[in-house]
Nanobody, 126 residues
Framework: QVQLVESGGGSVQAGGSLRLSCVAS????????IGWFRQAPGKEREGVAT????????YYAESVQGRFIISQNGAKSTVYLQMNNLKPEDTAMYYC???????????????????WGQGTQVTVSS
């Protein structure tokens, strides 16, 4: 399994930016599907963006396309989520998750991921 630790959450006004980081460790990380999910109170967990570590292929939810960017460092040990033009509806707990590469086939399905971080809160005020 992959171990994950998130950081970078906080409070920001609408239109602002935040960058989340997810440090991943474990022997499978270089061939893993690393994703960001979010969950707001009373709502289901939803996929935000995912990257397939080996190829750098990325996937995005329509709601964040053009505003969020997922990337990884050269060692493929840290995955970032750059969030720009934040909106109040982006407010949620954000989780980093990892899956074997097959998890990228249904990248936005939480049940396909077998490792999860503890989450970091993002709050966007209007």
């Amino acid at each position: 399994q992959v171990q994950l630790v998130e950081s970078g959450g906080g409070s920001v006004q609408a239109g602002g930016s935040l960058r989340l980081s997810c440090v991943a460790s474990g022997y499978t990380v270089r061939r893993s599907c690393i994703g960001w999910f979010r969950q707001a109170p009373g709502k289901e967990r939803e996929g935000v963006a995912t990257i397939y570590s080996a190829a750098g292929t990325t996937y995005y939810a329509e709601s964040v396309q053009g505003r969020f960017i997922i990337s990884q460092n050269g060692a493929k040990s840290t995955v970032y989520l750059q969030m720009n033009n934040l909106k109040p509806e982006d407010t949620a707990m954000y989780y980093c998750a990892a899956a074997p590469w097959q998890g990228c086939v249904s990248w936005n399905t939480p049940s396909g991921y077998n490792s999860w971080g503890q989450g970091t809160q993002v709050t966007v005020s209007s």
